[in-house]
């Protein structure tokens, strides 16, 4: 059988790792169409064996506007009409995923019930897709999974914890002396990072991060797949699709550069925007309107009111502290915590000296925390027929920003009484949580099915999939083991 997976990023890497494994039984051709793939490995391949490395920042708009772990490459994102907030777009290699697939959260329990999936229908894939993986955390207590809110993935542990930010221990510590707060909870981040001894692409606490890793220490799905090509398992289409026509059971992609390239089996993993945007074009707009999902997210300023003068410089340079905070029995928000990096202020002050003057300085005294919205405080953008989004429920901005002020307030009342201060007033809204899914098939009245299936032999195994918006911070893992386990599925005689 012919196949084709088109994208490279989380879901991407799942769908093939499944196809991969299945290679020898069933002798398939799969060919992987995605633009420009090695354009990211390329970046890292150039910079790998630098000693020193340069940042490079075309802006000084604030953190927010380098995105992380990429040696100053930057990209735009797509405005949304009537809103300031965007839609992170990222036409080439891996997508979205070489950029933001770090953090190793797994949804709740009521995610998978608002996509209509229970818990013993993924779990058991979460394992396929750490084997392949570094994943860097605390092996707890195996009951702690039990909990219906937790997102701690550490059953599927097997590299070493980060080094955290000398802060962030403090902050953990004084919470972890104490019985468990169920309302609230603070703990080593859980990284999809190589931090074991004696491996080349080892974490080495540079905290260069957000503008370059060295060692090339986080998990990018593009450079895993990028060695499947490269090995001959997969072929591959340096393309991007344009729209999928049906013609005598066979798909014919056609591609932006006229290409045309006919294939038996076709798995739609480009990310929710880009496949909505390719299945309108190929199947026409629905009788429904299509809806892209957000997370609304905010970043706010923490203070220890005692600071601590002793900083271990070498530590983990991203949010080394990830939590939750609980209100009204069961409405969770995600929490992360980290160092300002040298990045912010490169951005902001244009000397070098002062730039790590002032770091040194605020690292004493100062940690970041960011926030992500509730399971049902979410954007929704109506993708037109002309493929532009348009925020929906304006009238929702101003109860979302309230819940999250409130949460907010609620947690400086309880870091308040360990020494920690956080400046409220100083919160600001990040344009997007880059969490995004949509109601594709309920648009073109096709029921969600553990195949993906939105046509006989076109299967999607992205995040359009979910049909409902995907909260806090269970992405990355849940979107890799669940485009496994649609392929899995898919591939049942």
């Not at 997976?5 to 890497?13: E, Q, R």
């Not at 995105?67 to 036409?91: A, C, L, M, T, W």
């Not at 396929?128 to 994943?135: T, Y």
């Not at 899914?437 to 999939?465: M, R, W």
Request: net charge positive.
């Amino acid at each position: 059988m012919n196949i084709a997976v088109v994208g490279s990023g989380a879901a991407a890497f799942g769908t093939l790792l499944k196809l991969k494994e299945n290679l020898n039984k069933t002798g398939d051709k799969i060919t992987v169409i995605s633009k420009d793939l090695n354009y990211i490995n390329k970046i890292f391949l150039d910079n790998i064996n630098k000693k020193k490395i340069k940042y490079k920042s075309s802006s000084k708009s604030g953190l927010h506007s380098e995105i992380r772990h990429n040696f100053g490459q930057s990209f735009e994102g797509v405005e949304i009409k009537n809103s300031n907030n965007v839609i992170y777009d990222v036409p080439y290699s891996g997508g979205l995923s070489d950029f933001w697939s770090g953090f190793a959260a797994l949804p709740m329990d009521q995610n998978l019930n608002k996509w209509g999936l229970k818990k013993g229908e993924i779990d058991s894939y979460y394992k396929h897709i750490a084997q392949k993986l570094n994943l860097s955390g605390e092996k707890l207590n195996m009951l702690e999974r039990n909990n219906f809110l937790s997102t701690k993935p550490n059953l599927y542990v097997n590299s070493p914890p980060i080094k955290e930010h000398s802060l962030v221990s403090k902050l953990i510590n004084k919470f972890n002396k104490e019985a468990n707060n169920e309302r609230f909870s603070v703990h080593k981040n859980y990284v999809f990072l190589d931090t074991k001894e004696n491996s080349s692409t080892k974490c080495i606490n540079c905290q260069s991060c957000f503008s370059g890793c060295p060692q090339d220490s986080f998990f990018r799905p593009s450079k895993i797949i990028n060695d499947w090509i490269f090995n001959k398992h997969f072929d591959y289409q340096n393309e991007e699709v344009d729209q999928i026509k049906l013609i005598n059971k066979k798909y014919e992609i056609l591609t932006k550069s006229k290409k045309s390239i006919v294939f038996d089996k076709v798995f739609l993993c480009a990310g929710a925007l880009n496949t909505a945007k390719i299945i309108i074009k190929s199947f026409g707009y629905p009788s429904k309107n299509i809806f892209l999902y957000d997370i609304p997210i905010k970043h706010f300023p923490i203070i220890s009111m005692i600071p601590k003068i002793r900083i271990d410089s070498g530590t983990f340079g991203l949010s080394s502290g990830s939590g939750s905070i609980i209100l009204n029995k069961d409405t969770y928000y995600h929490l992360l915590f980290g160092q300002l990096p040298k990045e912010y202020f490169k951005n902001k002050i244009n000397n070098k000296y002062l730039s790590n003057f002032f770091k040194n300085i605020f690292d004493t005294f100062c940690l970041y925390g960011t926030i992500y919205g509730s399971l049902d405080d979410f954007y929704s953008y109506q993708l037109t027929e002309k493929l532009d989004p348009i925020l929906v429920n304006h009238d929702k901005l101003k109860i979302i920003n309230s819940n999250l002020n409130l949460v907010i307030k609620k947690l400086k009342k309880i870091l308040f009484k360990k020494g920690f201060l956080v400046l409220n007033q100083f919160s600001i809204h990040g344009s997007s949580s880059a969490h995004y899914s949509s109601n594709l098939f309920d648009a073109y009245n096709i029921q969600i099915n553990n195949k993906g299936e939105f046509n006989k032999n076109l299967h999607i195994c992205d995040s359009s999939t979910f049909g409902y918006a995907s909260s806090s911070q269970p992405h990355t893992f849940f979107i890799m083991a669940n485009s496994y386990r649609l392929a899995d599925n898919a591939l049942q005689i």
